[in-house]
């Protein structure tokens, strides 16, 4: 069955965390316009509503809670999306202290971000989450706070729960080994609770959506390199596959520094547009290309180059795919990616710089993988051990079950290019179990597996998809013709 149709999948998640974060932040209302509502972000929303944020979701023009909004996501999670919007009363960063725990899901983003926030203005407070969470390492927020003045405490030094004890934060110049967009967050946000200077150094630099945000905010910020977005659209709007890939090489080919400057109130009385995830995308991108006959056109799509790796990875295995419409929306780089069915998919070498831009598209890119002509390979990506699973392991057991000549490796992994045909004879009278760890990247890809070899599976915890896309099956349905 092809994949056929226009579609507008749910927002961006790593925005749709920011945007409650910093509207709870400013001075003034804010109104989000297509916030995402999943099971992570709501987390994000109940930690700010106890820390004292205003913050209002209406849907059909009637103010609900997120009871409802809990419930309306399993009735009818379509309708969350389109018909919903959120106001948020600024704070002007006056938080208040929780009164109990927080807990967080499955959501590292919440978690770190969040833990800069309390560092910089809460004297206690208490952070916890879900068994995937739990078991993910928070010694890189601790480290930086630390030596920021904050006082971290972690179980075995390293993981959930985490006490904080903020407040009275001094300046600091950050070089993180990593380049991850949660840490540097982390940092930038507790620097907006004191003057000192602030200066976050990563190897390569990792999603800008804070710094963008902030700005949007009227925060004054530092950053070098900058990224061009006018120069991008133009490479999308002229199809210019070299200029596209001179401006990556420029940018992303040496380290990244951020600096908070003089100015750091944020300033409301804004409106904020989230655009469509290109991580849940990826799954319909993914599925479209290796499905005959499929053409889909993803509406409204995030471009945002710190982002934008799969489309490097798209274009360098000659995958049939075009841009249209593309804009600036918000501050962000937006358009619509048309998608057709590509046989004979070049292979292809995921390393370095490119890690970041796409770290959480390699569980349903390792699918693309699989069915080029040859082999390919992912490497340095040892952060993917790290995810809201050991993801290298996964796909790797996963896929192995399906007689693919995977290796694993440290950082990454190999595959051989194989086809449908030889994947349905492997598997001719074998019961497929698929393993997530709660891991909503790992079940979507092999809900995509299931749809291109039109076989069924079993799951476990399929229902951990909730944390970032909960309408995926019902557009997985609507857009597969028979
Ligand atoms: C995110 C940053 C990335 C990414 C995660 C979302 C963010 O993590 O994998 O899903 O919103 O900042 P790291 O910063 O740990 O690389």
Same mark, same amino acid.
Do not use: W
């Given at each position: ?79 969350? /999306? *389109?018909?919903?919007? $959120?106001?948020? +009363? ?5 938080? =208040?202290?929780? &009164?109990?725990? #927080? !807990? ?117 910020? /530092? *950053?070098?390199?900058? $990224?061009?977005? +006018? ?5 999308? =709007?002229?199809? &210019?596959?070299? #200029? !596209? ?138 952060? #993917? ?98």
């Amino acid at each position: 069955m092809p994949l056929k149709g226009e579609i507008r999948v749910p927002s961006d998640k790593s925005i749709s965390h920011r945007s409650i974060m910093l509207s709870s932040l400013a001075k003034g209302k804010t109104k989000i316009k297509k916030f995402l509502f999943s099971e992570d972000t709501l987390h994000t929303i109940l930690a700010f509503l106890r820390l004292g944020s205003n913050i209002k979701i209406f849907h059909r023009n009637k103010k609900i809670s997120v009871k409802d909004v809990f419930s309306l996501l399993k009735i009818n999670p379509i309708s969350l /999306e *389109e018909e919903s919007y $959120i106001v948020v +009363e600024g704070l002007d960063k006056n938080l =208040k202290e929780p &009164d109990d725990v #927080l !807990y967080l899901g499955n959501s590292g983003t919440t978690t770190r971000l969040l833990s800069g926030i309390l560092a910089g203005k809460i004297n206690y407070a208490v952070l916890t989450g879900d068994d995937s969470l739990r078991n993910r390492p928070m010694e890189r927020v601790k480290i930086p706070l630390e030596k920021m003045g904050a006082k971290i405490f972690l179980r075995q030094n390293r993981l959930l729960p985490m006490t904080i004890l903020g407040g009275n934060l001094k300046g600091i110049s950050y070089k993180s080994k990593i380049a991850s967009a949660q840490v540097k967050s982390c940092i930038l946000l507790a620097g907006l609770f004191t003057q000192d200077k602030v200066e976050v150094i990563e190897p390569t630099k990792s999603r800008d959506h804070t710094e963008r945000l902030l700005r949007f905010f009227e925060v004054d910020i /530092e *950053e070098n390199p900058k $990224i061009e977005d +006018e120069k991008f659209i133009e490479a999308y =709007k002229n199809r &210019d596959i070299n #200029l !596209y890939f001179s401006l990556i090489n420029k940018i992303f080919s040496k380290e990244n520094k951020v600096a908070l400057k003089e100015d750091r109130e944020l300033k409301g009385n804004k409106e904020i547009f989230i655009p469509a995830d290109i991580s849940s995308a990826a799954f319909f991108i993914v599925g479209a290309l290796l499905i005959e006959n499929s053409e889909i056109l993803l509406k409204d799509l995030l471009l945002n180059p710190t982002r934008s790796g799969i489309i490097d990875v798209l274009l360098k295995m000659e995958a049939n795919i075009s841009f249209e419409n593309v804009r600036i929306l918000n501050g962000e780089i937006v358009g619509d990616l048309r998608v057709k069915y590509t046989p004979n998919l070049k292979p292809i070498k995921i390393e370095g710089s490119l890690i970041p831009r796409l770290i959480d598209e390699i569980p349903i890119l390792s699918l693309l993988m699989l069915f080029a002509n040859g082999k390919s390979i992912v490497k340095d990506a040892k952060e #993917l051990r790290v995810k809201e699973s050991d993801r290298i392991s996964l796909i790797c057991s996963n896929l192995s079950q399906f007689g693919v000549n995977i290796e694993e490796f440290e950082d990454g992994f190999e595959i051989e290019g194989i086809s449908k045909e030889k994947i349905l004879k492997n598997i001719e009278n074998k019961n497929i179990f698929i393993k997530t760890f709660l891991d909503h990247r790992i079940a979507m890809t092999f809900k995509i597996l299931e749809k291109v070899l039109n076989k069924k599976f079993n799951f476990e915890n399929e229902e951990c998809i909730k944390t970032s896309f909960p309408s995926f099956n019902i557009y997985l349905d609507k857009h597969l013709e028979d």
